[in-house]
């Protein structure tokens, strides 16, 4: 498998053809993503076969962003099943990552580790320090694409996300993230008290 080469194109593609108001959803996203998907990969001892997969899945799971913004999922999929296979990945391949990639859906729960893993990597910024910044990058965006929040709603909606709807799925997540998230929630349930 050209794994290089997969991403290469995938890669380009976004940075070139995103529409410049997707603020979160953006090139610099899925370069995060990757980055945290082989971390936590990584740290949660998945093989260097299913470490390399789970990176691709990560390059293309937001892919569908590139022909329209909601239930982009299984776009992303399509442009997986188009163009994996000229890169030398195996069929099976191509469907794990599908399968991972419709696990980042809020509606879906993750089914095995691999997915958990990507799950995990694309909700990292959940817990770390810099959760400010692309938080305001997502609400810029969502503004972008009609959907109006005062402070006090982008606040509260935050909050339900954060502390009843999100949770990490690895070990290493959980030990990494769950402290500096639940700093998060406090500061934001502060605000609107």
């Not at 470490?51 to 329209?68: C, K, P, R, S």
């Not at 997915?115 to 990292?124: F, G, I, K, N, P």
């Not at 694409?145 to 954060?162: C, D, M, P, S």
Request: hydrophobic share 35%.
């Amino acid at each position: 498998m050209n794994h290089e080469g997969a991403r290469a194109y995938i890669l380009q593609k976004l940075e070139n053809e995103l529409a410049s108001n997707l603020f979160y959803h953006s090139y610099e996203h899925t370069v995060d993503v990757m980055r945290a998907a082989r971390e936590i990969a990584e740290n949660e001892k998945l093989s260097e076969t299913d470490i390399e997969l789970v990176v691709t899945a990560a390059a293309y799971h937001d892919a569908g962003f590139l022909e329209q913004y909601n239930d982009n999922e299984e776009l992303a999929c399509t442009m997986v099943r188009q163009s994996l296979p000229g890169f030398d990945y195996s069929e099976e391949s191509v469907e794990k990552i599908c399968q991972a990639i419709m696990a980042t859906r809020h509606d879906i729960e993750p089914r095995s580790k691999f997915e958990e893993v990507l799950c995990d990597a694309d909700s990292d910024y959940l817990g770390r320090k810099d959760y400010k910044r692309i938080a305001s990058n997502l609400y810029r965006e969502l503004t972008e694409h009609g959907v109006a929040l005062n402070e006090r709603e982008w606040i509260l909606k935050q909050v339900n996300h954060l502390w009843l709807k999100h949770q990490y799925f690895t070990d290493y997540a959980k030990k990494n993230r769950n402290s500096m998230k639940s700093r998060h929630i406090e500061r934001l349930k502060e605000k609107i008290l």
